[in-house]
């Protein structure tokens, strides 16, 4: 085999290999890690209150002081074009490997800000807690509460979200890490009586899964630019709890330790894999378990794809994958 299986240019190889090195650096082998190096790659950009950037003002929001919990609220100017019904929402978690980057992170922002711009949507991206600092399942409570919060809000005053934002079309979507949280999300959503917000999708883009096994994407591409496998193992330890493996319920959805999830109303889905991410085996598996359980799921694969192709605009897998966004809401919505 190979010793560079994917082609590359060289300054995504010397990124990918720059913070694969921090991260492995950061993340300790006793599950803990330094807060200073998993930092150094998280360039924040400020919220854009009052001077819209590409046509969409953004504005950082407090729910809970106390655990830093915010989110970043996306507005598209308002067009002629918009339907009666107004425009969708969508609850963004970050990727991150629930240990590092910040919903304030550029490239997030960026993408966020495209979203709300091509999809004409209100786009509420939610900076959740970090491990080990904070394990599972603080994020998933940290995204599910901003919901809770957004939607209780709409129910007092309406202050929140603009006043064409339809919370009855609202999505959930997250890259990595996020993409993980957004299927917990909705499994935790599935008992929960919300006043205005319905959930009718779920855009994951190559969702963090995983578990003991070794596939055979993780043995091809064990050193593979931006999340080698030797990371995804130590952001798991960080991330799980004391004494757990990776077929922990949170790690391998489908794993023998699952929890059986054909009874519960999901939402439709689609979910974003690349042939250059050593995690395609598990999204694939996940797409597939969701199918056997009779869940609507949609797989898109990008074959040239590495993981967190959507950090990068100059990619065209970073365009066909907004349009497929697109596409993918507007069908939800006409039912």
């Known amino acids: 085999m190979s010793r560079n299986p994917y082609n590359l240019p060289w300054k995504f190889k010397l990124l990918g290999s720059l913070s694969s090195f921090l991260l492995d650096l950061a993340l300790r082998p006793d599950g803990s890690v330094n807060r200073f190096l998993a930092t150094i790659c998280d360039l924040k950009t400020s919220a854009s209150p009052n001077k819209p950037v590409n046509g969409v003002t953004s504005t950082d929001i407090t729910v809970d002081k106390s655990r830093n919990l915010w989110f970043r609220?996306?507005?598209?100017?308002?067009?002629?074009?918009?339907?009666?019904?107004?425009v969708p929402v969508i609850f963004y978690f970050h990727g991150g490997g629930f240990m590092s980057l910040s919903a304030s992170f550029i490239s997030f922002d960026a993408l966020c800000r495209r979203l709300a711009k091509e999809v004409h949507a209100v786009v509420v991206s939610v900076n959740y807690r970090l491990a080990p600092e904070h394990k599972y399942p603080c994020q998933y409570q940290d995204c599910f509460d901003v919901l809770k919060f957004i939607d209780s809000s709409k129910s007092q005053d309406g202050s929140?979200?603009?006043?064409?934002?339809?919370?009855?079309?609202?999505?959930?979507?997250?890259?990595?890490?996020?993409g993980n949280a957004a299927h917990h999300v909705a499994v935790k959503?599935?008992?929960?009586?919300?006043?205005?917000?319905?959930?009718?999708?779920?855009?994951?883009?190559?969702?963090?899964?995983?578990?003991?096994?070794?596939?055979?994407?993780e043995m091809r591409l064990p050193n593979v630019p931006f999340l080698p496998v030797k990371v995804t193992d130590k952001m798991w330890r960080a991330f799980l709890p004391e004494g757990a493996n990776r077929d922990h319920p949170a790690t391998n959805i489908f794993g023998p330790d699952s929890d059986d999830i054909s009874g519960l109303k999901l939402p439709p889905m689609i979910v974003f894999v690349g042939g250059l991410d050593h995690l395609q085996d598990w999204q694939k598996r996940y797409c597939e378990g969701l199918k056997k359980c009779g869940k609507e799921v949609y797989m898109v694969e990008y074959p040239s794809a590495f993981h967190s192709f959507y950090a990068w605009p100059n990619l065209p897998e970073y365009s066909l994958a907004i349009n497929e966004v697109k596409d993918f809401v507007q069908r939800q919505i006409l039912g």
Request: proline share 8%; glycine share 12%.
């Open 160 to 178: 929140l979200v603009p006043a064409n934002a339809n919370l009855e079309h609202s999505f959930l979507a997250g890259d990595s890490a996020g």
């Open 73 to 86: 609220l996306y507005t598209p100017k308002p067009t002629s074009a918009e339907p009666e019904t107004g």
């Open 189 to 217: 959503a599935n008992g929960q009586e919300f006043v205005n917000i319905k959930l009718i999708g779920i855009v994951s883009l190559q969702p963090f899964f995983g578990g003991e096994e070794r596939t055979d994407s």
